[in-house]
Structure formats: structure tokens, C-alpha cells
Nanobody, 125 residues
Framework: QVQLVESGGGSVQSGGSLRLSCTAS????????MGWFRQGPGKEREGGAAIDSDGSTSYGDSVQGRFTVSQDKASATLYLQMNSLNPDDTGMYYCAADLSYSDAGCWERDDYKHWGQGTQVTVSS
């Protein structure tokens, strides 16, 4: 129903910035929630940021104030601007989408159905 492709990952020094993109295809007009998740080496996957179809955003405590999630509906693209990066931000970053509403909200829901393949972010000290 929806295909997601992430891009923009790479290697950066501590304090640097990166912008990730996630391009959606398929039934993009039906997307209700989109989110960015990450998984660091030896760590469990964690949520980073989420946005709903109205543009309301939520962030994890570890990225609040440093990361900004945004969307361009015309191009069906989700962005994650990451500033003040530190080595703890290293990991694989995944884009996720779901077409359905959730009482839990886009941040708390744990049932995202559509996932991208991920893009690697490496931050060196």
C-alpha cells in the first residue's frame, strides 16, 4: 500500500548536522501517521519523532530541541533535520508510516505497518 525509501544518512563529526529524507509512494494520500525511529548498535529500536496528517509533532526526550520533523505532502516526503549530533545518535534510522488513526497517537502507537529499509547515521567524537 505504501512504500518508503530513506536517504540522507552518512558520517558526521560530533556537533554536526544531517537531514534525512523519506520518500513515500503508493497510497500516500491515506497516510495518517509518520515517524522516525532509530536503532543504535546493541540497543533496542527507539522512537525519535512523529508527525500526523495535520502536522502535529512529537519528539523523544533524547532528541527534543535538536531534531525537527517535517513533511511535504506535495512530494510525499518526510524529513528529519538533525542538529547538534553526538555519538549517541549513531544508528540506523528508519521511516515508518501508517494509514490508520490510533487512539495512542502517532508517537505512542506501536503498530506502524509500513517501514523503509533504513539509512545509517554515524557520528564520531
Amino acid at each position: 500500500q505504501v512504500q518508503l525509501v530513506e536517504s540522507g544518512g552518512g558520517s558526521v563529526q560530533s556537533g554536526g548536522s544531517l537531514r534525512l529524507s523519506c520518500t513515500a509512494s503508493g497510497y500516500t494520500y491515506k497516510i495518517y501517521c509518520m515517524g522516525w525511529f532509530r536503532q543504535g548498535p546493541g540497543k533496542e529500536r527507539e522512537g525519535g519523532a512523529a508527525i500526523d496528517s495535520d502536522g502535529s509533532t512529537s519528539y523523544g526526550d533524547s532528541v527534543q530541541g535538536r531534531f525537527t520533523v517535517s513533511q511535504d505532502k506535495a512530494s510525499a516526503t518526510l524529513y528529519l533535520q538533525m542538529n547538534s549530533l553526538n555519538p549517541d545518535d549513531t544508528g540506523m534510522y528508519y521511516c515508518a508510516a501508517d494509514l490508520s488513526y490510533s487512539d495512542a497517537g502517532c508517537w505512542e502507537r506501536d503498530d506502524y505497518k509500513h517501514w523503509g529499509q533504513g539509512t545509517q547515521v554515524t557520528v564520531s567524537s
